[in-house]
């Protein structure tokens, strides 16, 4: 850890106490000293200080991921924690939650503390799993809640796989409620899915492949808020992707239900107009909707009727997805995009402010887990990212540090990218560089 750091000529963007102001930000031991005005920094005690001069930029809060996957325990062959960790680097996160579901199912303490502490020995970023609400994922006998939050389970979640029982589900509200935890559900009811494989359409129909209608998103939705109204409980929708889901949590918000949602850079940015050709590296569950979808959550978060940006981070091997399109595997790696493709898509091609952009990355995922993070306060944890807003990329995958390489961005060009992550006070990426610890590159 870098005893003190200085980052220069930078505009803070703050969206907790929404500053927006040239401000100098010296970290000292790991946490935020202070934000001082240009040149009234005395430079006493600042010889032994590293400077940055980040001209240009704009210095946020450290970005905070609610929704990830990586893979390990028992997928390492697609993901692991460490190189998930490197790609959350170089995305500019500082904060990743990853879901339950991998291949051993985070639905113990003891898997839980395994996360944990193998994130915290590489510490590139922190890693604050979700564990699951049921075991085994099958929805069926609840696991010990309070146990999992007391062994570092900051949500819970049976992601991949609907909560379908709305008995249960009262139940497991209800217990989150006493532990005053957020539940996350993946709404998609199976029945009204089948086996779609995108979303019901024009472009479904043009390619002769089975449809996912929007309706099978929006029911178990509307049945989550009315439980969530009866319980008192606090629901969060996971990657939401329908108009109508939109205009339920609209209802729930002037209801005053506990509920928030979180939207993709891939659902925000892409359609379905993406899978023309068959291309499996656009397959995604929820699927990719037509362009009226795309519009009303692009809306909904502008507005702030949804509060987070996620990017349910879903790494496969190459192998995988060149599959045939009916056998690969849904998901997108999506660390390393996230914010390039959010800034492009939403300030510099829709007008959206920056800060507001900024919150959905930061307070907005932070407020709904209940965390002191995304934030930057004088006395708080020095985890920063640093943005150079009119920086220009084309996205290589092969550039990619997470194993998953499977992006439907690959070749597009991007404005808005990080150029600095700063955890705990240490900088891990630069440049586009993740600085792995030496033991890690063993």
């Not at 990657?239 to 002037?254: I, P, Y």
């Not at 979808?293 to 790494?315: F, M, N, Q």
């Not at 965390?371 to 550039?399: E, H, Q, S």
């Amino acid at each position: 850890m870098t005893k003190k750091l200085l980052l220069t000529g930078g505009r803070v963007l703050d969206p907790a106490s929404r500053t927006d102001a040239h401000l100098e930000v010296l970290i000292e031991d790991g946490f935020i000293r202070g934000l001082y005005a240009p040149g009234t920094l005395g430079t006493e005690n600042m010889n032994d200080a590293l400077v940055r001069d980040v001209s240009g930029c704009i210095i946020a809060p450290g970005l905070i991921d609610m929704h990830v996957h990586l893979r390990e325990p028992g997928g390492e062959a697609n993901e692991t924690i460490l190189t998930g960790m490197k790609a959350a680097a170089a995305g500019g996160f500082t904060t990743i939650c990853p879901m339950p579901n991998s291949p051993v199912t985070a639905d113990s303490p003891e898997i839980i503390q395994m996360i944990r502490k193998r994130s915290q020995a590489i510490g590139l970023t922190e890693v604050l799993p979700i564990a699951a609400i049921s075991k085994g994922l099958a929805g069926k006998e609840m696991n010990d809640l309070a146990a999992l939050m007391d062994s570092g389970a900051v949500a819970f979640s049976d992601d991949g796989m609907p909560v379908t029982n709305s008995h249960f589900m009262i139940q497991a509200l209800e217990v989150c409620r006493g532990l005053d935890a957020l539940l996350i559900d993946h709404c998609e009811d199976p029945e009204l899915k089948g086996d779609g494989l995108m979303h019901e359409g024009a472009v479904s129909a043009k390619l002769g492949l089975k449809g996912i209608s929007a309706v099978s998103e929006a029911v178990p939705i509307a049945r989550n808020l009315l439980l969530a109204q009866a319980t008192g409980g606090r629901t969060h929708i996971a990657h939401l992707s329908t108009k109508e889901g939109v205009a339920l949590l609209e209802f729930a918000r002037q209801q005053g239900i506990r509920a928030t949602a979180e939207a993709t850079p891939h659902h925000l940015r892409l359609t379905d107009e993406a899978l023309a050709g068959y291309s499996t590296l656009a397959r995604v569950s929820p699927p990719l909707r037509s362009p009226e979808h795309g519009e009303a959550l692009r809306w909904a978060v502008k507005s702030g009727l949804i509060t987070c940006i996620a990017t349910d981070h879903a790494p496969w091997s190459l192998q995988a997805k060149a599959q045939e399109f009916t056998k690969a595997p849904n998901g997108i790696s999506g660390l390393e995009t996230a914010l390039a493709v959010a800034w492009d898509t939403l300030v510099v091609h829709d007008d959206m402010a920056p800060l507001d952009l900024i919150a959905r990355l930061t307070t907005g995922p932070a407020a709904a887990l209940g965390l002191d993070r995304g934030r930057l306060v004088p006395g708080g944890v020095a985890d920063i990212t640093v943005i150079n807003p009119i920086l220009k990329k084309t996205v290589d995958p092969r550039d990619f540090y997470s194993k998953g390489q499977n992006t439907p961005f690959g070749g597009m060009t991007l404005q808005g990218w990080p150029v600095m992550t700063i955890h705990r006070g240490t900088i891990v990426m630069e440049d586009g560089k993740v600085l792995v610890p030496k033991e890690e590159e063993k």
